[in-house]
């Protein structure tokens, strides 16, 4: 069993950075768990955002970050790290923390544990 917890959204203007982190805790985390960010829009599914394997050397994106986001962890804080530089309106949602055995998935059907989720919000 593993506990996550979103933190560091909030509003910001278009073009600006915010770092969000995922604190986990309980079991065991560095070895075992593909940790992953993804969001939801009011009236939208809930979307991949980036991923980051159990070492913290593979990573992957969505194709609407990519350039703009850096996802990263440190296994001695069990901790997930989301950087996000030039955000956009479209970048509005809310932003929740995923954790799954095994390797890289975009399904949020996958992921067995999340986080409460934290509000980034982008004003134009």
């Known amino acids: 069993q593993v506990q996550l917890a979103e933190s560091g959204g909030g509003l910001v203007q278009a073009g600006g950075s915010l770092r969000l982190s995922c604190a986990a805790s309980g079991r065991t985390f560095s070895n075992y768990y593909f940790m992953a960010w993804f969001r939801q829009a009011p009236g939208k599914e809930r979307e991949f955002v980036a991923g980051?394997?159990?070492?913290?050397?593979?990573?992957n994106y969505a194709d609407s970050v990519k350039g703009r986001f850096t996802i990263s962890r440190d296994n001695a804080k069990n901790t997930v790290f989301l950087q996000m530089n030039s955000l956009k309106a479209e970048d509005t949602a809310v932003y929740y923390c995923?954790?799954?055995?095994?390797?890289?998935?975009?399904?949020?059907?996958?992921?067995?544990?999340w986080g409460q989720g934290t509000q980034v919000t982008v004003s134009s």
């Open positions: 980051v394997g159990q070492s913290g050397g593979s990573t």
């Open positions: 995923g954790a799954r055995f095994g390797g890289w998935s975009a399904w949020p059907g996958g992921y067995g544990y």
